[in-house]
């Protein structure tokens, strides 16, 4: 399982071997947009926009929404129950539609109504490459910031400068590190301008299955 500890053997001086925990190692919040439970938590966001588009456009019953969610609020859907779904059926999604809807015997036959894995699949990546994005620019900022100030401290501090990886001419580390300070700021300002966007288009991308655009438009929004 993805949140399972991973463990590899360390030789240590004394020819003892110890386990070391690599889970963790690497971590960073950023880690978190990618978890299995967080895109299960997108999914179940997901669906359940759509049960409320469904709703609005006359094509499922108010309550489908509201009774699956609250069971989804509640707790309900666990990626575990979903996992030992998904044992079964070999597919993700299948698997994820069949844990909400099971939540409901009355309801439940509206989860996923006219859409196609794909729907679920873009559109929770399209919200956590958002999550990232916001992330990624406030680190951006925090780098800047350290930037600045590393550049301030030693605009006289001369180090030496390199060409084809030889000696060249004395340059400054506040000179370098303006110049780290430059393509982080570049940076910024591309991923800034990036735009994201779900895709809502139903079996086969006709948008036939849910009656036209409106729907999708509706879990879009």
């Not at 939540?103 to 109504?113: A, D, F, K, P, Q």
């Not at 030496?160 to 110049?179: K, Y």
Request: proline fraction near 2%; hydrophobic fraction near 40%; aromatic fraction near 6%.
């Amino acid at each position: 399982p993805e949140e399972a500890a991973v463990r590899v053997l360390v030789v240590v001086a004394d020819g003892v071997g110890a386990a070391m925990d690599w889970s963790t190692r690497y971590h960073t919040p950023l880690s978190d947009v990618f978890t299995r439970q967080h895109k299960l938590s997108l999914e179940h966001r997901v669906e359940l926009a759509l049960l409320s588009s469904l709703a609005d456009h006359g094509m499922a019953p108010r309550e489908a929404a509201t009774t699956i969610g609250a069971a989804v609020d509640a707790g309900r859907v666990t990626l575990a129950r979903t996992l030992e779904i998904e044992e079964e059926t070999h597919h993700d999604i299948m698997a994820m539609v069949k844990a909400m809807a099971e939540t409901s015997e009355e309801y439940g036959g509206y989860v996923h109504l006219g859409a196609t894995s794909q729907d679920i699949n873009d559109t929770v990546t399209a919200l956590q490459l958002t999550e990232a994005k916001s992330q990624l620019l406030a680190a951006c900022g925090d780098v800047r910031t350290e930037l600045t100030r590393l550049a301030e401290i030693y605009r006289d501090t001369t180090c030496i400068a390199r060409t084809h990886g030889q000696h060249a001419i004395p340059t400054t580390m506040g000179l370098r590190f303006a110049n780290y300070l430059y393509e982080v700021s570049v940076a910024e300002r591309f991923l800034e301008r990036v735009e994201i966007y779900g895709k809502f288009a139903g079996a086969v991308g006709t948008f036939a299955s849910l009656g036209g655009r409106d729907v999708g438009d509706g879990v879009l929004r």
